[in-house]
């Protein structure tokens, strides 16, 4: 940067200043007196007078004010330009500070978010080692319920009572870790996604055969237009998010009611799978944060329905996976139900959907 050196020749003005105007007033009045002298004047005559007074004082006074008003304003702009250096630097000086400063916590920070990264690691392959050592045994009690459960009608009614209570709460259990284990997976980025061509009308039906009972309080439908083109999504992740889907509407719906499953083509690439029931619905309210981890909506039913608010959290998660997105449409009202929407991406052209695929 080049420093300007105050002052250095606005002290030269200074001496311009008084130096040219006496050099102007001996001028002048040299020339004006040789002039009357060549004339042959004698005395101080008027013209010669005026003409002194004229060129040799007024014109060099009035230069020296002309010289003066300049130096004026140059000291001005000096002083300026030394103020403008001045916050300059001060300028300067705060960023470096600041910059300083902000590296220091930009360092403070990696640190924390390689330590919170290191923790989430571990927290995740925690979850999975529980989730796995829980699995195991779980599958075996399972196992035993079922064979249990094939003697049924040897059993007393009592006892049949007991093995409904254990088959549905070990069911519960299961499906708990299953999504603890998922999520968790899912977070570390270590579920697979292998997509693949899925006509939905055959994938649908087989999905859900028996998932509501026939002689219960629910029926279920799906509709799912013949011309359809087939999905190109994850089966097991397309089938987890309609199974969380389809036991939530029968869950929130103990009035019963119909759940309807439908699908239909969203956009050109798009197609959307919708679930619909007819029971105590969302309010308004509680929908925006209807996918977060662990929220309940308050709709009445928290206590008495049994739940952990990871169900819908998970079906984002998956869904957003794969490039789609998903939604809730509600009134709220009692009896009116809910309607959950997400899209999947559909296949290639011409492929059939497997329409004459039995039911
Ligand atoms: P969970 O059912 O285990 O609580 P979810 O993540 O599946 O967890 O659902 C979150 C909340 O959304 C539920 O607690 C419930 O309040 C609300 N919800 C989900 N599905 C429905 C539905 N079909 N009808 C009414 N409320 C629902």
Redesign the pocket.
Known sequence: MIEARPGSWIKQLKLIQWLLPLGLFLLASTYESVEHILRGQEGMTFNFNAEVLIFGIIGPVIVGLVLHWIRGQLVKLEEANRQIQALNSELEQRVAERTAELAQKNEALEKANEELKALDTLKSDFVSLVSHELRAPLTNINGGIELIAAERSHLSSARQEVLDILQRESKRLTRLVQNILDISLLEAGRLTNRPGFLPLRPFLCQLLKGRVPANGKHRLVIDVQTDLPPAWADETHLGDVVV??V???I???PEGGEIRVAARPYNEHELVIS?S?Q????PPS?QPR??ERF?????G??RE???????????RKLIEAQGGRIW?E?SGIPGQ??T?YFTVPACCEGVPNGADFAD
């Not at 029971?279 to 969302?282: E, H, K, L, R, V």
């Not at 929220?295 to 709709?299: E, K, V």
């Not at 329905?305 to 079906?315: A, I």
């Open positions: 969380n889907l036991d939530n509407a869950k929130y719906s679930v029931d029971g105590i619905g969302i509680a209807l996918f929220y309940r909506a308050n709709n039913t928290d329905v049994y739940g952990h608010g990871l169900g819908l959290y998970f079906c809730v509600s139900g809910a959950f």
